[in-house]
């Protein structure tokens, strides 16, 4: 059975990329691009691993991370957590919360395919 | 006669031109030569009842006498020589150097207030680049959109087989987001060009507001006639006016001052404020308007002389001032935070109970004002939203109030730092100045 992972981003063309990126790997990928819900349909769906940007509309993905840091069906899901380069008040802002991995845009595909992996291995 | 040097070499000058001799006029005031000698080359200070016999004897008045924007440069050089101790500036001869180099000393204190805004326009863009909020979107935005254009080129790139459908579908996306980039870009730069020269040109909002508002005399007669233009229109003349932040500000400014105007118009106020010997309590019930409106109304009068001048501080809820309009003898702080004493402060910690007092300001000339303070709350986001409050002081000269001169008076001072009033005991930090008071 595929493994899943859960993209929270609001940037279409990036999603269809990493949809792309993902899904010819084997990957299950599902997407989700409002902030205000993301939280909800995380813990519903149950991902293997969760991509979640940081900046989106309705809610900032670090509240999004905290909220499911503090249910017990999320509170152990593999994040990777997009920021922006430059942006180093995210970067510990993501570490802060608590998320696993986190990665800067511009990122390459082969970076994030390997991360993910590695996240989906538990290493 | 000329308005050189300080209240002693005006003395000096003043008697040297009708021909009085020293001992006489010493005499003539009831004090020693020696002491009126000291007096005039600035080594005792003077004022009140002594001023006003000399100025009596020399025919003419104490103002033409007293200090007054000269206290302004005093406190100028004095915050420059605190902020570089290491230079050890001969503070005890201070007087000494305004009074004998008027010239220079302006020209320290101006460069010491240039030096100022150009610091506070270093961390004003520091502080933009860190926490500015369209900055953040926007390199979040021009960033979230590199990324999609680089995995999408190098999905096509490095996939020969990729099935046409999707290779159709990510040429879309490469031309819509390429073109979306430039947008991006160009508004940023655009943005960046625009703030940077404002910030630079002036340091703080704040204080594009003060010098626009300085400059006009903070009244606005334009506003005062019964079709008056948009404010839009007098923010856009304004040239002291170049970030959008100030623009803002003033806009704020100018609505309340146009509302003000339309309950009280200008020629019926200012007889009954002159009437009422500029209470505002009485104009207050006289207009059937709020405290805070009146302050803000009797501060917009136009003035004829710095006697006639109304000053007006205000306050938000920490404490921090968000509107100054100066005047002779009461100097507001431009940086630091202001004397705890002052009644604005009192006023601010009892919200709706009026204050009113009347205020000695340390230093040269001590001048007295009457003052009245007061705060009010508002709930601008309805029951369930903050209560903000605002506290303001409106200062009215002694004189033009027609309020007793003697008597007691609360001591207050400008900020600590630069107070002589040593034993305060509402004292936050030691002085840099000797005991003068």
């Known amino acids: 059975m595929a493994k899943r992972v859960m993209l929270i981003e609001d940037e279409p063309s990036i999603i269809e990329a990493i949809r792309f990126i993902l899904s010819r790997d084997g990957w299950d990928v599902t997407a989700h691009s409002d902030g205000s819900t993301a939280a909800d349909v995380v813990a519903l769906a149950q991902p293997d691993v969760l991509i979640l940007d940081a900046m989106l509309p309705g809610r900032s993905g670090f509240e999004i991370l905290r909220d499911l840091r503090g249910r017990s069906e999320t509170s152990g899901l593999p994040v990777l957590m997009l920021t922006a380069k430059g942006q180093g008040k995210d970067r510990a802002l993501a570490e802060h919360y608590g998320a696993s991995r986190f990665m800067t845009k511009p990122f390459s595909n082969s970076e994030m395919l390997e991360t993910v992996k590695v996240l989906a291995d538990g290493a | ?437």
């Open chain 2, 1 to 437: 006669m000329p308005r050189s040097g300080l209240t002693g070499t005006r003395i000096r000058e003043r008697r040297t031109m009708i021909g009085r001799r020293q001992s006489d006029l010493a005499r003539s005031v009831g004090i020693s030569p020696s002491y009126l000698n000291l007096i005039e080359h600035n080594r005792r200070r003077i004022a009140g009842k002594l001023l006003n016999a000399i100025a009596r004897e020399l025919e003419t008045e104490p103002s033409m006498l007293a200090e007054g924007a000269e206290s302004a440069l005093l406190e100028a050089l004095r915050e420059a020589a605190d902020a570089e101790p290491d230079t050890d500036a001969e503070l005890d001869r201070i007087d000494e150097f305004v009074g004998r180099f008027p010239g220079f000393a302006g020209l320290n204190a101006e460069l010491w207030r240039k030096n100022q805004a150009l610091q506070r326009a270093v961390e004003a863009l520091s502080d933009r680049l860190a926490h500015d909020p369209f900055l953040s979107t926007s390199l979040h935005d021009v960033l979230s959109t590199v990324t999609a254009i680089r995995s999408t080129a190098s999905i096509l790139a490095e996939t020969p087989d990729i099935d046409p459908e999707w290779r159709g579908r990510f040429h879309r996306n490469m031309a819509e987001d390429s073109a979306r980039l430039a947008d991006s870009a160009d508004a940023l730069a655009r943005y960046l060009d625009d703030e940077a020269s404002a910030e630079l040109s002036a340091s703080t909002p704040q204080e594009e507001l003060d010098a626009w508002l300085g400059a006009v005399g903070y009244h606005m007669p334009d506003l005062e006639r019964a079709l008056p233009p948009a404010p839009e229109d007098i923010v856009d003349r304004a040239p002291q006016l170049q970030s959008r932040s100030a623009k803002a500000l003033a806009l704020q400014w100018l609505t309340r001052y146009r509302k003000d105007a339309e309950h009280m118009p200008l020629s019926v106020f200012r007889e009954e404020a002159r009437k009422a010997a500029y209470d505002p309590s009485a104009l207050a019930s006289r207009f059937g308007m709020d405290l805070g409106a009146v302050f803000r109304r009797l501060a917009a009068l136009p003035a004829s002389s710095p006697a006639e001048t109304i000053g007006l501080v205000s306050c938000d809820g920490s404490g921090t001032l968000t509107f100054r309009k100066p005047l002779d003898g009461f100097t507001l702080p431009r940086f630091s935070a202001a004397c705890a004493l002052w009644p604005l402060y009192q006023a601010l910690t009892r919200p709706m109970t009026p204050v009113r007092s009347v205020v000695e300001m340390a230093g040269p000339g001590a001048q007295r004002f009457l003052s009245y303070a007061v705060c009010q709350p508002s709930q601008p986001a309805g029951f369930d939203g903050p209560t903000i409050l605002e506290a303001s002081m409106l200062l009215v000269p002694a004189g033009l109030a027609g309020a007793e001169e003697g008597g007691v008076a609360v001591p207050v001072g400008t900020s600590c730092r630069i107070c002589p009033r040593q034993s305060c005991a509402a004292r936050r930090e030691p002085s840099i100045l000797s005991e003068m008071v």
